[in-house]
């Protein structure tokens, strides 16, 4: 073997370097999906039938996943940033670490969001479905309470990275998050822009009934995914 293929292939060449870190980023994706209740709720989706996904399980499995995933993608945070700064990382050691420690303020977190999102939610659904009582007004309510969506989505980009790396109050993390997603915006619209691209087709489909023909279920993923589109682009002027 040639001097640059020994060079490339050492203890501190660029395959080990390169290689090693491909597999920490494997490893910490699977331990997100274990300690999330992501992975738990896929298994569901697939082995449960769909009598029990659209009962008290199915609710169980999404309330498991909303509430969980904030500290595990915290403890990822903290797992990739000390690998990041070249620290001595033990994946599984780091993990476990940051996990435990930050679980509380994670949960409580995770509620506090999820809580807000679910109302706004819940007020866009009634809304819609009761246009008619709103008149037009019902496209202001919708879009002010679209921009509190946003603003939501951006905390939970900010809040969990941050209580990665720093210990203080849960209201400290919202507001600073607040002030942070927002002073850094090209940062952050394309954090959402990548989250909803990856994650959002998996969300729309969890809330289409499971009687829904596959034409109509079809038909439904396509016009939510045009909308999602259109909202990316609605995203540019906040920049």
């Known amino acids: ?11 501190s ?30 298994i569901g989706m697939i082995a449960l039938p769909d009598s029990l996904l659209t009962g008290p399980i199915g609710l169980l499995l999404i309330l498991l996943t909303a509430l969980n995933a ?15 700064r070249d620290m001595d990382t033990y994946v599984w050691r780091e993990f476990w670490r940051s996990y435990s420690r930050n679980y509380k303020q ?4 995770a509620v ?13 659904y009634q809304e819609i479905v009761n246009m008619v009582l709103f ?10 309470q679209l921009i509190f969506v946003i603003q939501i989505l951006f905390l939970n980009i900010y809040c969990f990275s941050m209580l990665a790396r720093f210990d203080m109050p849960v209201r400290d993390f919202l507001r600073i998050g607040f002030f942070m997603s927002n002073k850094h915006l090209p940062t ?29 279920a079809a038909a439904t993923l396509g016009y939510a995914r045009e909308y999602m589109h259109i909202m990316m682009v609605g995203l540019i002027p906040f920049a």
């Open 1 to 11: 073997m040639s001097e640059r293929g020994k060079r490339f292939f050492s203890q």
């Open 13 to 42: 060449g660029p395959f080990v370097k390169y290689g090693t870190l491909v597999f920490d980023m494997v490893y910490v994706s699977l331990l997100w999906l274990i300690f999330s209740g992501a992975g738990l709720a896929v």
């Open 70 to 84: 904030g500290p595990a993608a915290s403890a990822c945070f903290y797992v990739m940033n000390r690998r990041q």
């Open 106 to 109: 994670g949960m409580a977190l």
């Open 112 to 124: 506090v969001l999820n809580i807000v999102l679910t109302m706004l939610l819940f007020g866009i």
């Open 135 to 144: 008149g037009r007004f019902v496209y202001i309510l919708i879009g002010i």
């Open 188 to 216: 952050t619209l394309l954090c959402v822009v990548l989250l909803l691209g990856f994650a959002g087709p998996a969300l729309i489909c969890d809330y289409i009934a499971s009687d829904t023909s596959a034409q109509d």
